[in-house]
């Protein structure tokens, strides 16, 4: 087994099989979305013929949202996946929301929760996309004030409840959405059995080969829930061992096409490196310091031949590109093109 080629493969980083971000987002069943500009790469490198107009059309159209889904971070999904994955991620996701606000010393009680949450959905609704500002203001108008930080956290338990999700998409601020409006009613009779099989199949074949402790950390589920997704897929998966590691690989696992000798520019927060626990298969851990801190800040990161090898720094005229690994003279030119016509196009 070669996990590398096989991770390039399955998280549609090598020979993309898919056209739509929507497509691309249905695959992964959820992907990271914690930086709002370079969210749009890290889906539509993934499509064969990137482009950032075909991302703002899904997204605005609501056929992929984003919400704070697992672990108290931004993720994006489809509408078809939304209601499902909300019913199976809420309550750990709540958890983790009142833990942290536990350490801030912040309390909200649940009559605040329910007024507020009401003015936001109406502000929402009203305006198709909201932003905070117009949070701040519609609260201001019922004599309601308060920090940017608590108003943060009503809005995070808001998405989380399934009440609201993102809006229309804006070069550099995030908008909300009344979730009704623009993916639809929460639908009766979801099984939660059904939903986790589904989750977990979809982190598998984006992510494969992954081990149990990569799916438990991704999902934030509990080790017993994994474990349990893991069954209800039967012989759709099976595990396979790799220098005395447990990974699991599905029955349709892509392993053949990967050309070699190609860089990737690769954005934070990407599905390649946060989406696992252990990250060492493509990052030196003597270098995992380049691509993110103990704080789980992330970094622009290059890749060749799957190998995370560099930094670059997306937002400028011309590629900026510094190695940390390895002897890099080959020509970035090429990636750093596809690159910019993704956002010309």
Not at 79 to 102: H, I, Q, R
Not at 116 to 123: F, G, S
Request: charged share 25%; proline share 4%.
């Amino acid at each position: 087994m070669n996990p590398v080629s096989i991770r390039l493969l399955n998280q549609q980083l090598a020979a993309p099989q898919f056209s739509d971000a929507a497509e691309v987002v249905g695959h992964f069943g959820a992907m990271q979305a914690q930086e709002y500009r370079l969210m749009r790469w890290a889906v539509e490198m993934r499509c064969r013929r990137p482009s950032a107009a075909r991302f703002k059309a899904a997204f605005d159209s609501g056929r992929i949202v984003r919400l704070h889904l697992m672990r108290g971070t931004w993720q994006l999904v489809t509408a078809e996946d939304y209601w499902p994955f909300v019913e199976l991620c809420s309550a750990k996701a709540a958890a983790v929301t009142n833990g942290w606000m536990a350490s801030n010393k912040i309390h909200i009680p649940e009559e605040e929760y329910l007024r507020y949450r009401e003015i936001l959905a109406r502000t929402a609704s009203d305006l198709g996309s909201a932003t905070k500002e117009d949070f701040v203001q519609a609260l201001a108008s019922k004599g309601i004030t308060m920090d940017a930080h608590r108003l943060s956290y009503h809005i995070r338990m808001a998405e989380i409840s399934g009440v609201l999700c993102s809006g229309d998409l804006l070069p550099m601020k995030a908008t909300y959405a009344l979730t009704e409006d623009k993916v639809g009613r929460r639908p009766g009779g979801i099984d939660r059995d059904e939903a986790l099989m589904r989750f977990t199949l979809k982190y598998f074949q984006s992510h494969q080969p992954a081990t149990l402790e990569d799916f438990q950390w991704w999902s934030g589920l509990g080790k017993g829930e994994c474990l349990r997704g893991i069954e209800l897929l039967g012989n759709k998966i099976h595990p396979e061992r790799w220098r005395g590691r447990e990974f699991f690989i599905t029955d349709n696992c892509r392993t053949r096409g990967l050309r070699k000798g190609g860089y990737l520019l690769i954005p934070p927060y990407d599905e390649y490196l946060i989406g696992y626990k252990s990250r060492d298969i493509v990052l030196s851990p003597e270098f995992s310091h380049k691509a993110h801190n103990n704080s789980g800040i992330f970094q622009p990161v290059i890749a060749h031949d799957g190998l995370i090898c560099g930094n670059w720094t997306p937002f400028r005229p011309e590629i900026e590109a510094t190695f940390f690994t390895g002897d890099h003279t080959s020509d970035l030119q090429a990636e750093w093109l596809r690159y910019r016509k993704f956002q010309e196009k």
